[in-house]
T-cell receptor
Framework: EPEVTQTPSHQVTQMGQEVILRCVPI?????FYWYRQILGQKVEFLVS????????KSEIFDDQFSVERPDGSNFTLKIRSTKLEDSAMYFC?????????????????FGEGSRLTVL | GNSVTQMEGPVTLSEEAFLTINCTYT??????LFWYVQYPGEGLQLLLK?????DKGSNKGFEATYRKETTSFHLEKGSVQVSDSAVYFC????????????FGKGTKLSVIP
């Protein structure tokens, strides 16, 4: 069964360092998302990406965050200068195009997550 | 704004017991509703969904009915198994071109033999 793959599974970094989290989407999926879950809290939406641009983003997704598809396959989340409060599990999710071709199916497929620990 | 409220956990049940996890939502328009499950050490997986009022989603013995009049989407299973132990998340997508999932806090279910 196709799956979303995320790397690394766990990264420990010092405050102020840059971090890149990577996601390999399911091959025919066109909508991409990043979510995060701080320990013991809700899963929170960060950003959605479609057609090589951000389609929605939350208040959490400030100037320290960026996303891109550098090679047309991987989907990355970059945190430029990490803060202690960025420690969380980061989930990538993808969605395929719906039958009409103009929207998604509404079903997101999630990766297993990348745990980021900022010291 | 959109929000999802689910019952606080953790929930501990004996095998073969009846399960209900309550979920209510607030949304403008006509959202689609979902239950996602997270097994230990794994990512989130879609368990079931309903896209319009009175729809019933079902999968693996779990069911939930989209009740617009009570803005609810309660998850039920008639007889739980140890393998159902996981965290369950209620979620919605608002529709109208947005696919931003809004999650509830999650309810941890432990099923004991």
């Amino acid at each position: 069964e196709p799956e979303v793959t995320q790397t690394p599974s766990h990264q420990v970094t010092q405050m102020g360092q840059e971090v890149i989290l990577r996601c390999v989407p399911i091959s025919n999926h066109l909508y991409f998302y990043w979510y995060r879950q701080i320990l013991g809290q809700k899963v929170e939406f960060l950003v959605s990406f479609y057609n090589n641009e951000i389609s929605e983003k939350s208040e959490i997704f400030d100037d320290q965050f960026s996303v891109e598809r550098p090679d047309g396959s991987n989907f990355t989340l970059k945190i430029r200068s990490t803060k202690l409060e960025d420690s969380a599990m980061y989930f990538c999710a993808t969605m395929q195009r719906g039958r009409t071709g103009t929207s998604g199916t509404g079903e997101l497929f999630f990766g297993e997550g990348s745990r980021l620990t900022v010291l | 704004g959109n929000s999802v409220t689910q019952m606080e956990g953790p929930v501990t049940l004996s095998e073969e017991a009846f399960l209900t996890i309550n979920c209510t939502y607030t949304a403008t328009g006509y959202p689609s509703l979902f239950w996602y499950v997270q097994y230990p050490g794994e990512g989130l997986q879609l368990l079931l969904k309903a896209t319009k009022a009175d729809d019933k989603g079902s999968n693996k013995g779990f069911e939930a009915t989209y009740r617009k009049e009570t803005t609810s989407f309660h998850l039920e299973k008639g007889s739980v198994q140890v393998s159902d132990s996981a965290v369950y998340f209620c979620a919605l997508i608002p529709g109208a071109g947005s696919y931003q999932l809004t999650f509830g806090k999650g309810t941890k279910l432990s099923v004991i033999p």
